[in-house]
């Protein structure tokens, strides 16, 4: 049995070996003309099959036309990387900023995968952000904290302004939306650097910070090791551990349990060591709440907004500001809680949502760009997951809809905040937290101050996804499988969710600490009082 199951794991490592070793020449190659023009075929024939309002925003004649022109256009071979940045440019034009593509990267074997987890690269200390048409840095920590506000003039030799331009080209936003792209090209730039130039060790940046230029690189190096205090080591190698009692055990474990309860429920993130949620009180009296979300998508939403809620109850506070600007989203069922703590009727968050598929979690498990150990878990799991979809499935008027949770008529909370609700946005509020301000802004329940949301007002295509791996170049292909709608609709279709007042923040804000957003809304309180 032993020799078996040794012979099976050789049998796995060998193919893995072999696979990495097929795709990597794959993802490395200059592709012939046939299999690129394949490829284009490939991926808008999924789009036709799944993809339940491929037509919204551009019509079929004229996308049709731009994958068969792009077609044409293709006649030298390429690298993947060359035909994402060709393709990336058409399928922009589905207007659905959940759909997306993104080129594919070497893969590391084994040994590789040791070595680079050994390294770390300082460029992760920074974020950055547009405004003003001036790409900065917005937050640095570390050694490099001191760059905090600088501009970003050049990456490697090249003007930021060029490369904003061409990712623009190729980041898809919801309908007409124009505030998505310069927000996320912001916030995510050095993302799409890394989709453009492919996996980089190091990068230099020519800064300008106050009235002085200056370059600074930043390289992938060895981890520093801790520093062992060995004096410290040597004192405490005569000292004998001492062996905790039944009570202290007890009570040492409630603590470690409290600390990853709490965790959870903040939604505590470990790669940036920030929590996912958080409240505050602020103003003069310290009773205006203002609750910050990153995202809906960290730990238990549940507890935190049954504590939040409470809290706010307690304090007696009239008026709750949501902060939502840089969410770009998460689950359907944490803004459904949320919003149930905001009214005081029932209600139902989404429509019944378009789809072309009755089994969208099996489309979503089986796609070809998922992993052998994948594909296994939702084989045994096949049938239960089956019967679920088929449920939550249904056909009216020969179209497909699927029945999320949130689509479902809701109570609201018995300690349901009612006072005023103000909500913070800009263009990188997309996905669920557009949902969220779609419903607060048709329900006339909330105050919108910022900028228009990334995400559309009338219902963007979401939910599930299917990662289609294009069969030659291995470019990715990322699909939704529902169309996700609130009852609520504005005129014209294609747009956010706008504000009731308006503020763009400049770069001169963000050096000097202003908040207009916020400083408006607290003048707006304090006027009212």
């Known amino acids: 049995m032993k020799k078996i199951i040794l012979l099976l794991v050789v049998s796995v490592l060998v193919h893995s070996c072999g696979s990495i070793a097929n795709y990597n020449e794959a993802v490395s190659k200059m592709h012939p003309v046939e299999d690129l023009q394949e490829d284009v075929d490939a991926v808008y024939k999924q789009l036709k099959r799944l993809h339940p309002r491929l037509y919204q925003f551009t019509p079929k004649e004229t996308l049709d036309y731009k994958f068969d022109s792009l077609k044409t256009a293709i006649k030298q071979p390429m690298t993947s990387r060359d035909f994402y940045k060709q393709l990336s440019q058409v399928t922009k034009y589905v207007g659905q900023g959940h759909m997306s593509v993104s080129p594919p990267s070497k893969k ?11 390294l770390e690269f300082d460029i992760n200390n920074i974020d950055t952000e547009y405004l003003d048409n001036t790409l900065f840095i917005s937050s640095a920590k570390g050694k490099d904290s001191l760059l905090k506000y600088a501009e970003i003039i050049e990456v490697d030799g090249i003007k930021t302004e060029d490369f904003l331009r061409q990712f623009k080209k190729r980041i898809a936003s919801d309908g007409y939306n124009t505030t998505f792209h310069p927000r996320v090209s912001g916030n995510r730039f050095f993302r799409y650097y890394y989709y453009d130039k492919g996996r980089f060790d190091s990068i230099s940046l020519k800064l300008k910070n106050s009235d002085s230029t ?44 409290e600390k990853f309860k709490n965790r959870q429920k903040y939604g505590y993130n470990y790669e940036t060591k920030t929590n996912n949620r958080e409240l505050s009180f602020i103003g003069k009296d310290s009773t205006i709440a203002l609750m910050k979300i990153r995202g809906f998508s960290i730990g238990d939403y549940e507890a935190f907004y049954e504590e939040v809620f409470t809290k706010i109850d307690s304090a007696k506070s009239n008026n709750l500001i949501i902060d939502l600007r840089n969410n770009f989203g998460g689950r359907l069922n944490e803004i459904t809680e949320l919003y149930s703590y905001l009214t005081d009727k029932n209600f139902q968050l989404i429509n019944k949502s378009e ?18 150990g994948t594909k296994v878990i939702y084989g045994l799991l096949s049938p239960g997951f ?46 669920a937290s557009s949902v969220l301000s779609t419903q607060l802004k048709g329900s006339k329940r909330a105050t919108i101050v910022g900028e228009e949301t990334g995400g559309a007002y009338n219902g963007t295509v979401a939910g599930f996804y299917k990662i289609y791996e294009l069969p030659n170049t291995k470019v990715k292909a990322r699909i939704g499988l529902m169309h996700i709608d609130s009852k609520y ?29 916020l400083e408006w809304i607290l003048k707006d309180i304090e006027s009212k009082q």
Do not use: W
Request: hydrophobic content about 25%.
């Open 489 to 517: 609709k504005t005129e014209p279709d294609g747009y956010g969710v706008k504000p009731d007042v308006k503020i763009i923040p400049t770069y001169e804000d963000r050096i000097n600490g202003v908040d207009p957003e």
């Open 108 to 118: 590391l074997n084994r040994k590789e995968q040791k070595e680079f987890r050994k």
């Open 386 to 431: 089956l019967v679920y979809d088929l449920l939550h499935t249904s056909k009216k008027d020969g179209q497909l809809y699927y029945k999320f949770k949130s689509a479902k008529e809701t109570e609201p909370k018995s300690l349901n905040f009612k006072g005023n609700v103000y909500v913070l946005t800009n263009g990188n509020s997309f996905s």
């Open 355 to 372: 789809t072309n598929t009755r089994i969208p979690i099996l489309k979503t498990g089986f796609s070809n760009s998922t992993s052998v």
């Open 214 to 257: 200056f370059i600074k690189k930043f390289k992938r190096l060895p981890k520093p090791k801790k520093k062992i205090d060995s004096a410290k080591l040597d004192s405490l190698k005569n000292v004998p551990k001492k062996k905790l009692t039944k009570a202290e055990k007890k009570a040492k474990k409630a603590k470690s349990k």
